[in-house]
C-alpha cells in the first residue's frame, strides 16, 4: 500500500525548472499547413507529477504528445525529457506511451503478454528476445494490472477497460521515466478506472512523471496533481481544481463543459457527484481525436 | 501407376527437381513476408514493388550487375515516387500507387522488347519455372537465404512495426528504417519471384497465404508457421497438376493458392464464415 497523501495541494506557481524536472517543454510551436496546432506552448512538469492535460478536440493534446515523442518536429521550440532531447530520450527508454483504443489493430494477431513484453524491446538484442529479468518485469506489470489469468489472450479478446489496462502494463514494464497516456479511460469500466488511476498513483510515487489527456474532467482532481488548460497555448498550469473552475474551463472551451452556473464556487462539487443533466462528463466526441499518431508508416 | 510413381516420376527430370526447389524456397520467403503485409495493409505495395523491379531487371541484365541491385534501386524508387505523388498533390494513394507501378512496369516492357536476349517477355510476365537454369537456381537460394535470414532476425521488429510504430519510435527504434528494411526484403522477394510465377502472380504469393493464415489463427508465430506451410503445399500441388495436366505451371500454383484460401475462408473452425454464420445463429437462438 502507499502511504496515504496528503491531499493534492494546488500549486498556485507551477513548479520551477530543476534538479526534479523530468519533462519541459518551451515555446513549442506547431503548424499544419496554414494551421496553427501549437502556439509557443510551454511547460514544465517535474518529477514524480501526475499531470492532467485537459483542451477541446483540436486543442493540440495529440499534437503535444507527437512534439514529446518526436513523432513530430515542431517549427520552433523545444523540448526536453529528464535535460534530453527527445531523440537521446527515446533511445535511453525514457518514454512510455499508452496510445487512443482508436489507434490499435484490435484483430492484430498478439497476445496481451506479448503487448506488454513489447515494452521491454528498448532494452533487448537484436532479435528482441526477452530475458528472464524482461519476462519476470512482464509478469509483474500484468499482475499489478490483474491480467495475469488472461495473459494469454489475444488483445482484442478483452473489454475496454481489460485493453487498457494491458497497455498501462507495458508501460510499466518499460519502466519508462515519463508515461504519456492518451485518453486512458474512454470507454473504460469504473473498476478499470479505478485500477489504472491506483496503478498510475504507485508509479507516480516511485518517481514516474505522467500526463494524461483526458476528457474525462470529473475524475481529474481525484488522479492528478497538477492539471494543463490547453487552447494552442498552455492557457493556465495549475492544480486540477483551479483548471477546473467554470470561468477557466470557458476559457478553453467557450462554455462550462460541466454544465454548472458559473457563480458556483469548484471547491462546493463532492466527489462522485455527476452534472445535473445525467450525461457523461466528457467533454466533445471522445472518439473524435485532433491528428493522427500514425505518422511513420508509408 | 502407383503414388510413389506419380511423385517421382517428374523429379527424375532435372529441370522438374530445379522447378521444385526454387518453388519451394520462393514459396516460404514470400509467405513469411506476407504475414506483416497483410496486417500493415501494405498488400498494393507488394503489387507495386514487384512490377515496379522489372526495368531494374531489365537494366541489370544489360549492365551486367546481378539482379538484386536493378530491382532494389527501382523498388524504392517506385515508393519514393509514390510517396512523392501522394504527398504533394491531391491524388490519393491507391491511385499514386497504380500511376507509378503501372508506369514502370510498361518502362520495363518497353527495356525488354529493345533488350536482345533469349528472355522472352512472356517468361516474365507469365514466369517460366520449368526453365530455371541451374545459375538461375544459385541466384534464387542466394536471394530467399538472405531474405530468410533477415526475417528471422527482425520478425520481432516487423511484428511491432506492424501493430504499434508509434511504440516502436517511442522506445528508440526507427519505424522508417524498419519500413525500409521490409521494402528491399520485397523487392530482393520479387526478383526471386518473378521466374516462378512471373511478375503478374507473384502479388498472389504476397498476399494469399498470409490472408489465409490469418483466418486460421490468433498468433503471429502460428502465422509465420502456417502461411508458408500452405504456400508450400500449394507450389507443390500447383507443380504437379501442371506436369500431369500440361497446364501453365504459375498460374496453377496461385490457383492453388486460391483454391485453399476459399476452403479456408469458408470452413475456418473460428474466422470462417460458416462458423461465424452458426455462432450467430445459435446465439440468436440463445437469446430468443
Given at each position: 500500500m502507499t502511504p496515504p497523501r496528503p491531499p493534492h495541494q494546488p500549486a498556485a506557481h507551477p513548479p520551477g525548472p530543476g534538479a526534479s524536472t523530468a519533462l519541459e517543454v518551451r515555446n513549442v510551436t506547431v503548424r499544419y499547413g496554414s494551421v496553427l496546432a501549437l502556439d509557443e506552448a510551454s511547460a514544465v512538469i517535474g518529477r514524480g507529477r501526475i499531470c492532467g492535460l485537459v483542451g477541446m478536440n483540436g486543442a493540440g493534446k495529440s499534437t503535444l504528445f507527437k512534439s514529446i515523442v518526436g513523432s513530430l518536429k515542431p517549427q520552433a521550440g523545444s523540448v526536453r525529457i529528464a535535460g534530453l532531447p527527445p531523440a537521446k530520450a527515446r533511445r535511453a527508454g525514457l518514454i512510455g506511451y499508452v496510445p487512443q483504443?482508436?489507434?490499435?489493430?484490435?484483430?492484430?494477431?498478439?497476445?496481451v503478454r506479448e503487448v506488454v513484453g513489447t515494452g521491454r524491446y528498448g532494452r533487448t538484442g537484436i532479435t528482441r528476445r526477452l530475458t528472464r529479468a524482461d519476462q519476470d518485469a512482464v509478469e509483474a506489470a500484468l499482475a499489478r494490472v490483474e491480467l495475469t489469468e488472461l495473459a494469454g489472450r489475444q488483445i482484442g479478446q478483452l473489454s475496454g477497460g481489460q485493453r487498457k489496462r494491458a497497455f498501462v502494463a507495458r508501460g510499466l514494464a518499460q519502466e519508462a521515466s515519463v508515461l504519456l497516456l492518451d485518453e486512458p479511460f474512454a470507454g473504460v469500466d469504473k473498476r478499470s478506472e479505478q485500477m489504472i488511476s491506483t496503478v498510475l498513483r504507485e508509479a507516480a510515487d516511485a518517481g514516474t512523471t505522467i500526463v494524461v489527456s483526458t476528457h474525462d474532467l470529473h475524475a481529474l482532481p481525484d488522479l492528478a496533481d497538477e492539471a494543463i488548460l490547453l487552447m494552442r497555448r498552455v492557457l493556465l498550469h495549475d492544480s486540477p481544481a483551479e483548471v477546473l473552475r467554470p470561468q477557466n474551463l470557458a476559457l478553453a472551451f467557450g462554455l462550462d463543459p460541466l454544465g454548472r452556473?458559473?457563480?458556483?464556487?469548484?471547491?462546493?462539487r463532492r466527489a462522485g457527484e455527476t452534472p445535473a443533466a445525467g450525461g457523461a462528463p466528457t467533454v466533445g466526441d471522445a472518439a473524435a481525436s485532433d491528428g493522427n499518431w500514425d505518422g511513420e508508416r508509408h | 501407376m502407383n503414388i510413389i510413381h506419380l511423385l517421382a516420376d517428374p523429379v527424375s527430370y532435372e529441370f522438374m527437381t530445379r522447378a521444385l526447389i526454387a518453388a519451394v524456397m520462393v514459396s516460404i520467403v514470400c509467405a513469411l513476408l506476407s504475414c506483416w503485409l497483410v496486417l500493415i495493409g501494405w498488400s498494393l505495395m507488394g503489387d507495386a514493388v514487384s512490377h515496379a523491379v522489372l526495368p531494374g531487371v531489365v537494366l541489370a541484365y544489360v549492365l551486367d550487375v546481378p539482379f538484386a541491385i536493378g530491382a532494389l534501386a527501382f523498388g524504392f524508387l517506385a515508393v519514393i515516387l509514390i510517396g512523392t505523388v501522394r504527398d504533394t498533390s491531391r491524388v490519393k494513394e491507391d491511385a499514386a500507387i497504380g500511376i507509378v507501378f503501372t508506369t514502370l512496369f510498361a518502362l520495363g516492357v518497353v527495356l525488354v522488347s529493345v533488350t536482345p536476349s533469349d528472355t522472352d517477355l512472356t517468361h516474365i510476365i507469365f514466369g517460366n519455372i520449368l526453365g530455371v537454369s541451374r545459375q538461375d537456381l544459385t541466384q534464387i537460394l542466394i536471394l530467399t537465404l538472405a531474405v530468410l535470414l533477415v526475417v528471422l532476425v527482425k520478425r520481432r521488429d516487423f511484428t511491432l512495426y506492424a501493430f504499434d510504430p508509434t511504440h516502436a519510435h517511442a522506445i528508440g527504434m526507427s519505424p522508417r528504417l524498419i519500413g525500409a528494411v521490409m521494402l528491399a526484403l520485397l523487392a530482393v522477394t520479387a526478383v526471386a519471384t518473378l521466374q516462378i510465377v512471373g511478375v503478374v502472380l507473384v502479388v498472389a504469393m504476397l498476399i494469399i497465404p498470409g490472408a489465409s493464415a490469418y483466418l486460421l489463427t490468433n498468433r503471429m508465430s502460428m502465422m509465420l508457421i502456417l502461411a508458408p506451410a500452405i504456400s508450400v503445399g500449394c507450389s507443390l500441388i500447383g507443380l504437379y497438376t501442371s506436369y500431369y495436366a500440361d497446364t501453365a505451371s504459375g498460374g496453377m500454383i496461385v490457383l492453388a493458392q486460391g483454391f485453399v484460401f476459399t476452403l479456408i475462408y469458408l470452413?475456418?473452425?473460428?474466422?470462417g464464415v460458416i462458423a461465424r454464420q452458426l455462432k450467430r445463429r445459435r446465439r440468436a437462438a440463445a437469446t430468443a
Open positions: 483504443a482508436e489507434m490499435v489493430d484490435w484483430d492484430f494477431p498478439i497476445t452556473p458559473t457563480d458556483r464556487p469548484t471547491g462546493n | 470452413f475456418s473452425p473460428r474466422q
